[in-house]
């Protein structure tokens, strides 16, 4: 590359380094410009933690383990899981042309793929969307930032579970598994086992809703059943990119489970299962057949790392036959 | 209209009759159970149309049995089968049942005839316009059957698959037909508890296929009239039938099956309100029919493709003694009307049913068996969804007898090239004629 192009590209790419948000780091709605959408995204204050559960912990599994502190910044988080006809805005996308002026990070927003329509669905209006691949919540977050100008993605993995435990060391962001459980989280046992609206159940202390419980979350981090054995303490903001579509995990349980699954600590991943009956082959690179319990929230930190890493935020597809 | 069409005893033996007369057989035949002789060696399977669909199937024949041979392909547009035969040897590329070469990649409108002659069992996946073609193909060459529902988009394709049906029972060979719910546990498990009488007699009920709706496949600059019409399929009569019979067919065939029987009539409403585009071609995007059966019994049934809406797909049957729900999720609850619980289907183990009917035909063929005759009842719910499209369309009340009689025709059958000129042509604004209620006789 001719050295005068590679001065530009570069202070392109410094200019694009590490921006940090001078929005103000409070509680905001993000209204969806040319709908009536809007949602509302809580902060997080960075800190250390405590990631992972203790050996102690009843029901607890040895993926969980061990306890390492982990340092992140500051985040955003959305204080609800994404609902239909949130999601449904970017199925349809009949109002791509109005943007949101003053964009702190701009991409282009044709440049999106587009998702397809879900073969079957629940879309009921403020219910999780669910059945959802990471790769369509993923596009979703991509698509908002186009659209809004504010870096969306899914969680990582720590993100979810700080913001989870909210402060919290034990096994629920309330406290121990107790008869509290059932304010805070549609589980097996009050849920009949059906998903429920959002927002109904008690938040915790940061004001979060339905982290435990009802759509169990995706997040961007590979699973690996080793757990935190090989994870070094006092990372900052660690996240396990990974090459294979499965497992990758998911967060905070659901409606069909019981208590232990909820737990702040516990973890779930993803199955090729929960594609069984699509039909089609390829199979579908948006929509599980088998994961109607698999729903996802967002979050938007508040420094945006530079061009390369913040596309490896948004997961690629990978194709599955 | 000069007939009535009330619904009594008469009135149905005497549509009976009338049917009967026309050639139509809906009597399930017996099974034969004789001595039967096992397979020896490979399985030859060729698969004619290499869609998603197609390619999914001919991947769950390879899982089958390990003697399934995967040996031609045939498709009428070359970029499709490529995509297939990708999707295959990313699947399957070292095995030594994935047979496809360069030689046996059939492109054309007459591919299906190569493919098909090479083969022992055929998986039949093109729209469905060109099953009936397809079928009597691979029936006269004595070929075993998978074939995707429906298995026709007009009378006179039904009346073909009909009379290929009878040849496959001569010949004793298996045909299968993807109305999968007949191979999944939950359905088969409720079904059964219908027949012992769980909640009595079936009153009434409702089939739901609501949804946001299918891809579209915009015309490009140099595309033939055909050739659009064969990619955009969805939206064209000929190819695709409507949603109500492509796609709600499932439905339907759930309320038939679970019934034992097909509606004597229909009545209903449709239009198309949201998809109404030059790429939307002619069908509707809505219809709500009233299917009457032989005893009284109604069912309700709802197709929808509109964005935004409600979705729901699952059927719900109302009897003297209690209830049942259903859903292909594995889900099946039975109740009585009180709302106790009398079956709830644990299905989250269950094996899926796209797998499972593959593995009961090629169990089947392995052993030599004679099991299966799915035409039936894809020539039935095929024809009942026809029918209800002919009320949606005609605004009037249609009986099997009208649909039958009708003989609408139009699927033509000897397309040789992309060249040939289209069934249907547009307007010069590019519009295809769309069905009007009150208009509208017959489509």
């Known amino acids: 590359m ?59 599994r040895t993926d ?50 587009g998702a397809t329509m879900p073969y ?19 596009q979703f977050c991509k698509w908002l930032t186009a659209k809004t100008g504010h870096y969306y993605r899914l969680p990582t993995e720590a993100e979810w579970e700080y913001a989870c435990r909210a402060g919290s060391e034990k096994a629920y962001s309330f406290g121990k598994a107790s008869k509290s459980i059932k304010s805070f989280a549609w589980y097996k046992n009050n849920s009949e086992g059906k998903l429920h609206k959002g927002g109904l159940k008690k938040p915790n202390a940061l004001g979060i809703y339905d982290m435990h419980g009802n759509a169990a979350e995706w997040v961007i981090d590979h699973y690996n059943p080793q757990g935190y054995s090989n994870t070094d303490n006092e990372q900052v903001n660690p996240v396990q990119f990974g090459e294979k579509l499965y497992p990758r995990v998911v967060r905070g349980g659901s409606f069909k489970d019981g208590p232990a699954r909820l737990r702040s600590a516990a973890r779930g991943y993803s199955k090729e ?26 979050v938007r930190p508040r420094i945006i790392p530079n061009k390369n890493d913040l596309e490896k935020y948004w997961i690629k597809p990978i194709k599955e036959y | 209209m000069k007939k009535q069409h009330k619904i009594n005893r008469r009135t149905f033996l005497g549509n009976s009759a009338k049917i009967a007369a026309a050639g139509i057989i809906f009597n399930k035949l017996n099974a034969t159970t004789k001595k039967h002789t096992p397979w020896d060696g490979e399985i030859k399977v060729a698969l004619v149309g290499c869609g998603g669909r197609g390619t999914g199937a001919a991947i769950q024949a390879i899982a089958a049995d390990q003697d399934v041979r995967l040996v031609a392909i045939a498709d009428v547009f070359e970029d499709q089968a490529e995509r297939c035969l990708e999707a295959l040897v990313e699947k399957y590329g070292n095995s030594e049942q994935l047979l496809v070469n360069k030689e046996t990649i059939f492109i054309g409108f007459n591919g299906f005839k190569n493919a ?17 073609q397809h079928f009597s193909y691979a029936v006269e060459n004595n070929k075993h059957v998978f074939m995707e529902k429906p298995v026709a988009t007009d009378i006179i394709g039904i009346k073909k698959v009909i009379a290929a049906g009878k040849l496959a029972v001569k010949n004793k060979l298996n045909v299968v037909v993807g ?32 949804g946001a709706g299918v891809w579209v496949r915009p015309r490009t600059p140099q595309q033939t009239e055909l050739e659009y019409q064969m990619r955009n399929w969805y939206y064209f009569n000929w190819l695709c039938g409507d949603h109500i019979v492509e796609q709600h067919i499932h439905n339907i065939d759930v309320a038939n099956w679970f019934i034992g029987a097909t509606p004597i009539s229909a009545q209903g409403m449709g239009g198309r309100q949201i998809r109404n585009g030059k790429d939307h071609g002619q069908i509707f995007d809505h219809h709500f029919v009233e299917f009457t059966y032989p005893k009284g019994q109604v069912i309700s049934s709802q197709c929808r493709h509109q964005p935004g ?14 209830k049942v729900h259903v ?117």
Not at chain 1, 71 to 76: E, K, V
Not at chain 1, 126 to 135: A, K, S
Not at chain 2, 311 to 322: H, I, L, P, T
């Open chain 1, 273 to 298: 299962l929960w594609k069984r009956r699509d039909p089609q082959s390829p199979k579908s690179l948006w929509w599980h057949t088998d994961a109607i319990h698999i729903g996802f929230r967002i």
């Open chain 2, 309 to 322: 809406c409600m979705n729901r797909v699952d059927e719900v049957f109302q009897g003297s003694q209690g």
């Open chain 2, 116 to 132: 098909i002659d090479m083969a022992d069992v055929v998986i039949l996946a093109t729209p469905p316009g060109f099953r009936p």
């Open chain 2, 179 to 210: 109305l999968q719910r007949h191979y999944q546990r939950s359905y088969r498990n409720v079904k059964k508890l219908i027949d012992r009488g769980s909640i009595g007699r079936i009153i009434s009920g409702q089939v739901y296929w609501n």
């Open chain 1, 120 to 138: 079957v669905n629940y879309n009921q209006p403020g219910y999780p969307v669910i059945n959802i691949t990471q790769y369509a919540a993923s």
């Open chain 1, 64 to 113: 969980e383990g061990p306890i390492h502190t982990v340092i992140l910044s500051d985040y955003w988080i959305s204080t609800l899981e994404i609902s239909w006809d949130l999601y449904e805005t970017f199925l349809l996308r009949n109002q791509d042309s109005i943007l949101a002026n003053n964009q702190s990070y701009i991409i282009d927003i044709d440049a999106i793929s």
């Open chain 2, 327 to 443: 859903h292909s999720a594995n889900y099946g609850l039975i109740q009585s009307h009180r709302g106790r619980k009398l079956y709830f289907h644990e299905g989250e183990n269950d094996v899926n049913p796209y797998q499972q009917e593959h593995n009961e035909l090629f169990a089947a063929i392995k052993k030599g068996e004679y099991l299966f005759k799915d035409f039936n009842r894809g020539v039935n719910s095929t024809l009942t969804a026809i029918m209800g499209r002919m009320a949606t369309y005609s605004g009037k009340i249609i009986s099997m007898e009208d649909a039958l009689l009708s003989n609408l025709d139009i699927v033509p059958n000897n397309l040789t090239s992309f060249e040939d000129t289209a069934p249907i042509t547009p307007d010069k604004n590019g519009s295809y004629p769309i069905p009007i209620p009150g208009v509208t006789k017959f489509i």
């Open chain 1, 2 to 60: 001719d050295k005068f192009l590679l001065l530009i590209f570069i202070s392109i790419l410094f200019s694009q380094i590490e921006t940090f948000d001078r929005s103000e780091f409070v509680k905001y709605d993000e209204s969806l410009i040319g709908t009536d959408f809007s949602f509302t995204m809580t902060p997080v204050d960075g800190n250390k933690f405590k990631m992972g559960s203790p050996e102690s912990e009843r029901r607890r």
